[in-house]
């Protein structure tokens, strides 16, 4: 069973601890994995982790954000529309700041125009707040 089969057969609802300890498993598994190998499996295993943190309605520590602020670039195929698309969800889930911030400095004559059409898409929907998660549900309630 690999990673993305495990997180995937998860309730969709867990606790506080049970998903700290699954990012710390995930976050693990990135570190040792090595470079290009397991990617895709990797970025669709923590795309679902994240939506499971997202729909707690909480945001996940300090500590962890940062570390996958720094690693989840590590599993990232830039020339993927999927692994993209999984990666702006996952910044957007869990409030990935800085990782947001070396997509958009990513040298776009590296990039393919579907890549740098579903970056500018994140950057207009994002805004200011990809630091925020919930900031759509908040303005959505507060209206």
Not at 41 to 46: D, K, N, P, Q, T
Request: glycine share 2%; net charge negative.
């Amino acid at each position: 069973m690999d990673e993305f089969d495990r997180i995937s057969a998860l309730p969709d609802e867990l606790t506080y601890h049970q998903l700290e300890h699954e990012f710390a498993c995930i976050i693990e598994r990135i570190k040792s994995a090595p470079e290009n190998q397991d990617s895709d499996i990797l970025m669709s295993a923590l795309f679902e982790l994240a939506d499971r943190q997202w729909n707690s309605y909480s945001l996940l520590s300090d500590t962890f954000r940062h570390q996958l602020d720094l690693l989840v670039l590590k599993i990232w195929s830039k020339d993927s529309l999927d692994s993209t698309e999984a990666l702006m969800g996952i910044i957007a889930r869990l409030g990935l700041t800085n990782a947001f911030s070396k997509v958009i400095l990513t040298n776009p004559h590296e990039l393919k125009d579907e890549i740098k059409t579903e970056i500018a898409s994140a950057i207009v929907e994002f805004g200011d707040t990809v630091d925020d998660p919930y900031f759509g549900i908040r303005r959505i309630h507060n209206t």
